[in-house]
């Protein structure tokens, strides 16, 4: 061992060097820092040497890195890095990082207009959250955000509504204002599509008034919110014609956002310029209409940019300048070619992956709701199979107590049977020195008297044996009663030996109480065979007939015979 040393020493050295180092603490600090600073936890994330990391680390920093990338507002560009991370964590059985994993996938098949990958990947990743218990509330409130999303984009505003109201129901129990006020105004907006103005107006007022209450903390992510809530509340006016709180609300909003130098979405202006048109206060739209076309260039929103030179060109022909009104026109013809050429490529492609997407979601849920009535299926079995055990068992529990009744008859009938072979043995004893005693003394007494005393002593005897045999062998009296029914011509010798036969005693001690031999028993039996044939026609054997067919006579009624 002493001379391998020198050996090991080296390879233990060049295994401690190349294995990989553990970032597990760095990871899980930057982790807990994503919901403050994402910015400076990406900026650490990209100084990470991830060849060093071991298969654990490699996926939790895969996933920090896209929900860095998620929290500083940059799309996720591939799910590559997604997938390495969701394998491991489905491998461990990591369900809380595996549904987060899923979320940025399902987020990034969104971006990619596959809403049909981003519904399934979705439900996976809430029912994973669901399992891992302590459950996620934020989480699960951005995944069911999403899901509002997904049925949005796809019109179904009453699914939208539905998930919407959960991730406002999660983001309550979180108590995370900021997205709270997220979902107040998706679900607003969900209201809106669906014309329930009412119950949007009420939810937009709750929000703008929780907002109102925070404005001296002037968090430029609440501010973005209470402007885009107030335009919401400018779609709510404009579908209920109160065009002047319209103006108000989109005017609120538009300063709010300029006061702090914070972009104006073009969506802000072209509400504002709708509700001057509605009014017939269309002079006033043009310093909108500047804005408005500055903001969607920069956000390469084609359709508003439509927009725009359509209410520039009706401006010009209301103040009658032929000049920019021909440019505009130009402009405006311009671009709406290239917009329809994106537009039916774009509606193929939409109703295409619409109609996969709802044939997924079909397929989806038949799916559930198969595997809901395999539940269902297995349910009824195991209660059917509970109810048979516990029949069964009540039914053995009740044999049981039946046969130990049994026994204990038995016993007794026993105790009986032996009980009278010793008083029939003892009481033939005494009748057989009574008999000597007259014996000795036969001259003695008249030859009549003592005849009749001699008769009257073998009938006494022969009547206590059948009284005590008879009551024995036949415990409930209704096999002789049956037998005498069906057989009248029977003595009660004859209904004694056939009785016996019956409960199946010996030979020797139907000999012992008859007190002959065994020969005799069996020209008995003989006899008694011969006097059941003039009823019952080939009796096969005596014992046969008066054990089983007797049997079946005694537990059940026989007719009696004419």
């Not at 669906?194 to 109102?212: A, F, M, N, R, V």
């Amino acid at each position: 061992m002493c001379k391998l040393f020198p050996f090991l020493f080296p390879l233990l050295l060049l295994g401690c060097k190349t294995s990989a180092p553990s970032f597990s603490t760095n990871l899980q600090q930057l982790d807990k820092l994503l919901g403050h600073s994402p910015k400076s936890v990406a900026d650490s994330l990209s100084h990470l040497d991830i060849s060093r990391m071991n298969k654990a680390d490699q996926a939790y920093f895969y996933l920090l890195e896209a929900s860095a990338k998620d929290k500083n507002y940059r799309k996720l560009t591939s799910d590559s890095t997604l997938r390495i991370a969701e394998k491991y964590f489905t491998q461990t059985n990591d369900r809380y990082n595996l549904g987060r994993t899923q979320y940025y996938i399902a987020k990034y098949f969104f971006n990619a207009n596959q809403p049909t990958d981003a519904f399934i990947i979705l439900k996976e990743a809430e029912n994973n959250i669901h399992q891992a218990p302590p459950t996620d509330f934020h989480l699960l409130g951005l995944i069911y955000s999403q899901h509002g999303a997904i049925h949005a984009r796809q019109g179904n505003y009453q699914e939208a509504q539905y998930y919407y109201q959960k991730s406002f129901n999660a983001f309550t129990e979180t108590k995370d204002t900021v997205s709270m006020l997220i979902s107040t105004k998706q679900l607003a907006w969900a209201l809106v599509c669906q014309e329930k103005y009412k119950q949007s107006k009420e939810i937009l007022q709750k929000g703008i008034d929780i907002i109102e209450q925070n404005t001296k903390t002037n968090n430029p992510q609440l501010l973005q919110i209470h402007a885009s809530l107030l335009n919401v509340l400018n779609l709510y006016y404009q579908k209920t014609k109160n065009y002047n709180e319209a103006l108000n609300v989109s005017k609120q909003a538009i300063i709010l956002l300029e006061k702090e130098n914070i972009h104006v979405p073009s969506n802000y202006y072209s509400a504002l310029i709708t509700t001057y048109i509605d009014k017939h206060q269309i002079d006033s739209i043009y310093p909108y209409c500047q804005k408005m076309l500055t903001n969607s260039i920069t956000e390469k929103n084609l359709l508003n940019q439509l927009t725009v030179y359509k209410n520039l060109i009706d401006y010009e022909k209301t103040k009658r300048n032929y000049k920019p009104l021909s440019e505009h026109q130009e402009k405006y013809i311009e671009l709406k070619d290239t917009y329809n050429k994106q537009l039916k490529f774009n509606e193929v492609i939409k109703l295409e992956k619409k109609y996969n997407y709802s044939e997924k979601e079909r397929l989806y849920y038949k799916a559930k709701t198969k595997n809901l009535w395999l539940l269902i299926l297995m349910l009824i079995l195991i209660i059917i199979a509970s109810l048979i055990l516990l029949y069964s068992t009540w039914l053995q529990r009740k044999l049981k107590d039946k046969n130990l009744q049994l026994s204990e008859q038995i016993k007794k009938v026993e105790w009986g049977l032996v009980l009278s072979k010793e008083l029939i043995r003892e009481n033939s004893n005494q009748y057989i020195q009574l008999e000597k005693v007259l014996n000795r003394y036969a001259t003695l007494v008249p030859q009549q008297l003592f005849e009749e005393f001699r008769s009257l002593h073998h009938s006494q005897q022969i009547q206590y044996s059948q009284r005590l045999l008879f009551s024995l062998t036949n415990i409930n009296n209704e096999f002789s009663r049956k037998l005498k029914q069906k057989h009248p011509n029977l003595t009660s010798n004859d209904i004694l030996l056939a009785s016996m036969i019956h409960y199946q005693w010996e030979l020797e001690n139907i000999a012992h109480v008859f007190q002959t031999s065994l020969e005799a028993i069996q020209k008995r039996s003989i006899r008694l065979k011969t006097k059941l044939e003039r009823k019952e026609r080939n009796i096969e054997s005596l014992e046969k007939y008066l054990i089983k067919n007797l049997k079946q006579c005694h537990d059940n009624t026989c007719p009696a015979t004419k």
